[in-house]
């Protein structure tokens, strides 16, 4: 796949074709995630929609630049959102995309679009928008399923440095000093369409996290909450995903032309 430099860091991406004019769907992966791990639900999405895509692998995922730094601090996602994603946009000159964002990726596309950044839509599955007890101790979980269980192996067919990938993210969230962390305060800068997306047995997050974006953001929002789903709607349950956020894009994008 090729690479673009944006905020100083090399960074794999994959782009995909689309009807002109349409606004482009911009993918922001999970915590743990990669442009290989969405599977082809970015592609259906594209596909069915008639509207351009792009993922890409930020820094550290993937086989984007390796990290350097030996942690990251707990702005991490401020600093995806308000330095890392507007640099990567004006390189490959997209502009008032739809983000699509899961997890960390749904975080970073708030903030993004809350600090006033151009955004047409934002469809988040599972965002996280403060911290709760019950992510803390999935996290933990995590960890020990890192080091004890095949967690490392099966991260290492997505990422170039495995390890280093996990424990960025997962160092980061069980920081003390993250406990604190809150979002809430980008909310109410958000005017454009939202969908918010969660499984109703997602071990990362309650929908107390849909119920603050869907009372603070400016915009109409749409909250959709799936049953038998876990983390990852378009994993657990990928046509009741597919479905709602098709609907969703197509009334922001408008309908395929042919």
Known sequence: MPHVTAAGRRLEYETMDGEPGKPVLVFLHEGLGSIRQWRDFPARLARESGCPAL?????????????????????????????????????????APILVGHSDGASIALIHAGAGHAVRGLAVMAPHVFV?????????????????????????????????????????????????????????????????????????????????????????????????????????????SATALLRFIRSVAGPRSS
């Open 55 to 95: 993922l890409y692998n930020r820094y550290g995922y993937g086989d984007s630049e390796r990290l350097a730094e030996p942690r990251r601090g707990v702005r991490f996602m401020h600093d995806e959102a308000l330095e890392a994603l507007p640099a990567l946009l004006a390189a490959l000159a997209i502009e």
């Open 132 to 240: 709760e007890d019950l992510s803390l101790r999935s996290i933990e979980e995590a960890k020990r399923q890192f080091e004890t269980a095949d967690l490392a192996a099966r991260l290492g067919k997505y990422h170039r440095d495995a390890k280093k990938t996990f424990y960025l993210w997962n160092d980061v969230w069980l920081d003390p000093e993250f406990r604190s962390w809150n979002i809430e305060e980008y909310l109410p800068g958000i005017r454009c369409p939202v969908m918010a997306m969660q499984g109703r047995d997602d071990p990362y997050g309650t929908m107390a996290q849909l119920d603050a974006v869907a009372r603070q953001v400016r915009g109409a929002c749409e909250r959709v909450e799936l049953e038998a789903c876990g983390h990852s709607p378009f994993r657990d349950q990928p046509e009741a």
